[in-house]
């Protein structure tokens, strides 16, 4: 048995949804409650959360020849542009990830990620060698202080990890940056400037509260502290701007030190306000409620929202 997020299970023609962005990535779910006690994850050691939840995800199991004879049918090769497993961290699902991503490379050409997993050098080589495209390592806290807070273990240890990795397997190693845990936006900005550097990959999420955790009760970031990180975020990957001509006070951003006219042309197609990550990484509805405010785009904007997201940005 896998268990994949609800979208991923309609693209393979397993569950009959009506969604309004399907994703064209297969997130696929490997073991279950992990022995880290991360306080937004409804999958933490002493989380009350479902356990077939991530994020605001379900992720309902199926046998695995269906879900492989899924992965060939039509819809699947039209959709999916890549395989993600996250991997809850335990040993036995790092075992087991293998095993899958020798199987998945049998029935689909996508390029193959895994996230959250490896622990040592040694782990991410072995993954890689699978064929594994990208080793996500994710850090989650922008500071060792939020990190402190919010996670188990220690953030020096995470970042060290990452940075020998991609130093070690360049241009194969992502990490996931969740905002609104506490850190400023001028953390985040340096931190996703100091990643990049490094040629890591940054997948940006906005802080979202699931039941049953301890984080149940505290809010999302707000709308437009999420915008600016996310154009601070897309200009830092395109190399339009570095973090550190950028402008702030009291850890807000107030400029990208940029010609606001520029800065308007850059932004203005919406592309800086779409899931971040991967190739072909949206993620639908991870941190957003249907017919609610997207922080992430799954898709392209319309014109009226990128417009919307520049006004938000500059609040
Ligand atoms: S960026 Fe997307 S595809 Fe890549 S590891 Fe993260 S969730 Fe998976």
Redesign the pocket.
């Known amino acids: 048995m896998i268990r994949c997020s609800l979208g991923t299970a309609k693209v393979l023609g397993l569950k009959q949804i009506k969604v309004d962005d399907l994703p064209t ?1 297969a997130y696929l779910m490997v073991g279950e409650r992990c022995h880290f006690n991360c306080a937004f994850c409804a999958q933490a050691r002493e989380s009350g959360a479902r356990s077939d939840m991530l994020s605001r995800v379900t992720w309902p199991q199926f046998p695995r020849a269906d879900f492989l004879k899924g992965l060939e049918g039509g819809q699947a090769q039209d959709t999916l542009k ?1 395989i ?1 497993f996250q991997v809850v961290q335990d040993e036995e699902a790092l075992a087991a990830t293998k095993v899958w991503v020798k199987e998945v490379k049998e029935h689909t050409d996508a390029p193959i ?1 895994v ?1 959250a997993g490896p622990r040592t050098l040694e782990e991410i080589q072995e993954l890689l060698e699978l064929g594994v495209d ?1 080793v ?1 390592i994710a850090l989650d806290a922008a500071t060792p202080e939020v990190y402190m807070q919010v996670k188990d273990g220690s953030w020096d240890r995470r970042y060290s990890l990452l940075t020998e990795a991609a130093a070690r397997f360049p241009g194969s190693i ?1 990490t ?1 940056l969740i905002v609104g845990l506490g850190e400023s936006e001028e953390e985040m900005a340096h931190l996703i400037q100091d990643l990049y550097d490094q040629g890591i990959t940054v ?1 940006l999420f906005a802080f979202t509260p699931v039941r049953g955790t301890r984080l149940e009760h505290c809010d999302q970031p707000a709308l437009a502290h999420y915008r600016r990180v996310q154009a601070a975020h897309f200009l830092i990957r395109q190399g339009q701007a570095r973090a550190d001509q950028f402008g702030f006070k009291d850890g807000k951003l107030l400029d990208f030190g940029l010609p606001l006219d520029r800065l308007q042309q850059l932004l203005r197609d919406g592309e800086a306000f779409r899931t971040s ?2 190739t072909g ?1 949206n ?1 639908p509805y991870y941190n957003e409620t249907p017919g609610e405010t997207m922080y992430n785009y799954p898709r392209s904007l319309t014109k009226a929202e990128a417009a919307q997201a520049w006004e938000v940005l500059r609040t």
């Open positions: 990535t890549r993600c990620c996230s990208h996500s992502a996931h997948a990550g991967c990484c993620r």
